[in-house]
């Protein structure tokens, strides 16, 4: 079992910055790829970003350039950062992480709300 916990989330003007973490424990050392999606009102959810346990990267091609995801696995950590933040990045923000015996663990989401 994995348990994921995020943290960070908040109000912040358009044109702003925060930093998304988000905290794994328990079987944590089974984690293969992380990844952030973000659900907005009445809308499915979709990807934001990935990283794999390489430091591999990808990014939808709606935050590329704006966005940045890493990971320190010395605290089973993974991070969002971002910037030139658009009222349209309003959501949800969960952490996704997969183990190497493919499964998938998400946690509960932390809210992110850019003001005009």
């Known amino acids: 079992q994995v348990q994921l916990v995020e943290s960070g989330g908040g109000l912040v003007q358009a044109g702003g910055s925060l930093r998304l973490s988000c905290a794994a424990s328990?079987?944590?050392?089974?984690?293969?790829?992380m990844a952030w999606y973000r659900q907005a009102p009445g809308k499915q959810r979709e990807f934001v970003a990935r990283?794999?346990?390489?430091?591999?990267?990808n990014y939808a091609d709606y935050v590329e350039g704006r966005f940045t995801i890493s990971r320190d696995n010395a605290k089973n950590t993974v991070y969002l950062q971002m910037n030139t933040l658009k009222p349209e990045d309003t959501a949800v923000y969960s952490c996704?992480?997969?183990?190497?015996?493919?499964?998938?663990?998400w946690g509960q989401g932390t809210q992110v709300t850019v003001s005009s």
């Open positions: 996704k992480a997969r183990t190497l015996g493919w499964y998938v663990y």
């Open positions: 328990g079987s944590s050392s089974s984690i293969s790829d």
């Open positions: 990283i794999t346990s390489s430091g591999s990267t």
